[in-house]
């Protein structure tokens, strides 16, 4: 990022409000894995994924990506992200990459004030194949650590399989997965017990957590696969300063998601 993209971020940052929402775009091979109906859901088989944060620069945004990253680690022994190295925005890889880039990964530009864009990819059945994250390298509020860590957290979410916690119709309130933020609220540094919890039905185990979820939490939407063996939610990933709105369309064949 150069220094005439920062001095842009920073005048923009006049024009950003006192609200961060996120809005969903969603593009899927059926209809089938919607973190609403109680059926099957998208997952990683190996409840792991490696992620490539160096097209993060200044490289002091790849510390605070992997710090959110060691946040998700500590809270759940389950699943686990660890690092790797890919091609930026590569769909075939197998690797989450992070990074700023002007457009999203399909070279289109962030609508309205959209921060942040991760596209999905994922087979009929429901099993990953690829997800990437991108930063929107004109949005100011991202230069600040403690929002540009939550913001990572909170993508790092819907990698693993998150979806919103407030996507079935809870408020969500005090959850790293909430649609909506405000600006002025304290800063989450770390995953809170709903994500904890949808995370822990997507992939089964142990917590750093006592297990207490907030009232008007939703376990980031989840729900688990018939018969009792987990699966993953739907990957709906950041947006920034505007109005949240879902918005699908589906189609057959192999699915892909692009979760703004």
């Known amino acids: 990022m150069t220094r005439a993209i920062v001095l842009a971020a ?59 990253q060691q946040r998700w680690n500590q809270a759940i022994s389950s699943f686990h992200f660890t690092s790797g190295r890919g091609n ?21 530009p962030y609508a309205g004030q959209i921060v942040s864009i991760t596209r999905l990819f994922y087979r009929s059945d429901g099993t990953l194949i690829d997800a990437d994250s991108t930063f929107d390298v004109n949005v100011p509020a991202l230069t600040d650590p403690a929002l540009f860590t939550q913001i990572a957290m909170h993508e790092l979410g819907h ?15 005090g959850t790293l997965m909430q649609a909506v ?9 770390r995953p809170q017990p709903d994500d904890i919890a949808g995370a822990l039905a997507i992939y089964p185990g142990s917590s750093s957590g006592d297990g207490t979820v907030p009232p008007g939490a939703n376990s980031c ?17 950041l947006v920034l300063i505007g109005i949240a709105r879902a918005r699908s369309a589906r189609r057959t064949g192999p699915g892909v998601e692009a979760s703004r």
Not at 88 to 107: A, E, L, P
Not at 221 to 237: D, E, H, M, T
Request: proline share 6%; aromatic share 10%; glycine share 10%.
């Open 10 to 68: 920073a005048l923009a940052w006049l024009r950003v409000g006192p609200v961060a929402a996120y809005e969903l775009e969603r593009v899927g091979a059926n209809n089938a894995f919607d973190p609403c109906s109680g059926g099957p859901q998208i997952f990683w088989p190996s409840a792991t994924v490696a992620v490539d944060v160096s097209f993060l620069q200044p490289s002091q945004f790849q510390t605070y990506a992997n710090q959110a």
């Open 88 to 108: 930026f925005c590569d769909s075939s890889d197998g690797i989450t990459s992070m990074g700023f880039k002007d457009t999203d990964c399909s070279n289109k």
């Open 159 to 173: 990698v693993l399989g998150l979806a919103h916690s407030d996507a079935c119709g809870a408020n969500g309130r």
């Open 181 to 189: 933020t405000n600006l002025s609220d304290p800063r989450l540094d």
């Open 221 to 237: 939407a989840v729900a688990r696969r018939a018969g009792g063996s987990s699966a993953l939610a739907l990957l709906f990933p």
